[in-house]
Every structure is written in C-alpha cells, then in structure tokens.
T-cell receptor
Framework: GDSVTQMEGPVTLSEEACLTI???????????LFWYVQYPGEGLQLLLK?????DKGSNKGFEATYRKETTSFHLEKGSVQVSDSAVYFC?????????????FGTGTRLKVLA | NAGVTQTPKFRVLKTGQSMTLLCAQD?????MYWYRQDPGMGLRLIHY???????AKGEVPDGYNVSRLKKQNFLLGLESAAPSQTSVYFC??????????????FGQGTRLTVV
C-alpha cells in the first residue's frame, strides 16, 4: 500500500549546522509531496511542496527535491536556527475515489541548540 | 482570513461522556477531514467529507461520528468517550483534485483527554 517513511528522531543540532531529514515514499500513481512543520502547541503548517518529478520546493531556507527514481523527498537546510525547532512531517497526496488520500510519516522532532 | 478554526482547544472528558468537536473553514474548500495524532503514529484519518451533506470513513472511524450540514463546518462527535480516544485531533480542508491545488490546510488542534 501507499506509505511514507521518514527518519526517526529526535534530531539535535547546534545552531548553524546543516540539516537533512530523510523521507521516502511508496505510492501507486503520481503523488504530490509535502513537508509540514508543527511548532510546539500548534497545528501543522505547510512548509513546502512539489507536485511532479524533479520539482524543488523551497521556503524559509528549507529545500526538498522530488526524486522519482529514488522515491525520495529529503528535507534540507544549510544553516538551522533555534527557531527551527519543531516536528517535521513528510506527506504525500494522491487523488483516489473522488477525494484525496493524504499519507503522513510519523514525524521527526528537531531540536536546535544555541 | 482565519483559515481552519477548531473549537475547543482543550477538553477533559470522563469515560462514557459525549462531546462534539467543531471545525470551521472560510476558504470555500469542498473537502474536509478529521485526523487524530498519537505519539509515534503520525496522523491517522478518522472521517472525511467531499462536500456538504456527504461523509465517509477513514482509517480509524470506530467510536466517532461526523456531520457536514454546511459546507464550511465539519463536526466530529464522540458518543461515549473511552480512554483510547485520548489524543490530539486535527481538522483539515482542501480543494478537490480538479482545482490543481493539492495541499491540505490544518487547524490548531484539539487536545482531548479521557479519564
């Protein structure tokens, strides 16, 4: 079945370190891919998205490239800040039976230390 | 623009009590969803709706009911709460596939504790 697998956390980094959170997916068809971020006590916010192969989504210094050949959508940032501390969810959407199916990964908690 | 608004934000119930969670969206989205978030399990779909007057079961529908009487509102009901329903509940909404925009927009969540 369709699924999303992302690296387990927590990930602890020092400020200005490089970040990579791995995400791979299994899907029938051609999904759209997303990274959502959840700050403490808040809901999920869309961070970035890519709708087709080789698309690169970017926002707030974060980037992810839709790699169809490796079925991956890894999240990267060159220099993290304390304010980036949050839980990051990789997700896909597929149109199915007249609606969308959204599949979420289990989330990766990032903690950035000053 | 408020987006997706959930009420209440927090609630404590005793086992067997009932309650209704309200979700309201002002983006004219046709699709609405209820998810629950549990540690280590990501988000799991409870019920969803593809339009006013329609509802359908998701991945974990048992113990919940929903209604979509108005396009902008999606209600989640617990008829007889159980401790296993302690969770954080998220409502989301989206456009349909034909609109070309595929992301879901989420509310702030409702933290429910059943004792």
């Amino acid at each position: 079945g369709d699924s999303v697998t992302q690296m387990e956390g927590p990930v602890t980094l020092s400020e200005e370190a490089c970040l990579t959170i791995n995400c791979t997916y299994t899907a029938t068809g051609y999904p759209s891919l997303f990274w959502y971020v959840q700050y403490p006590g808040e809901g999920l916010q869309l961070l970035l998205k890519a709708t087709k192969a080789d698309d690169k989504g970017s926002n707030k210094g974060f980037e992810a490239t839709y790699r169809k050949e490796t079925t991956s959508f890894h999240l990267e940032k060159g220099s993290v800040q304390v304010s980036d501390s949050a839980v990051y969810f990789c997700a896909l959407s597929l149109p199915t039976s007249g609606t969308y199916k959204y599949i979420f990964g289990t989330g990766t908690r990032l903690k950035v230390l000053a | 623009n408020a987006g997706v608004t959930q009420t209440p934000k927090f609630r404590v119930l005793k086992t067997g009590q009932s309650m209704t969670l309200l979700c309201a969206q002002d983006m004219n989205h046709e699709y609405m969803y209820w998810y629950r978030q549990d540690p280590g399990m990501g988000l799991r779909l409870i019920h969803y709706s593809v339009g006013e007057g329609t509802t359908a079961k998701g991945e974990v529908p048992d113990g919940y009911n929903v209604s979509r009487l108005k396009k902008q509102n999606f209600l989640l009901g617990l008829e007889s709460a159980a401790p296993s329903q302690t969770s954080v509940y998220f409502c989301a909404s989206s456009y349909p596939p034909r609109a070309g925009s595929t992301e879901a927009f989420f509310g702030q969540g409702t933290r429910l504790t059943v004792v």
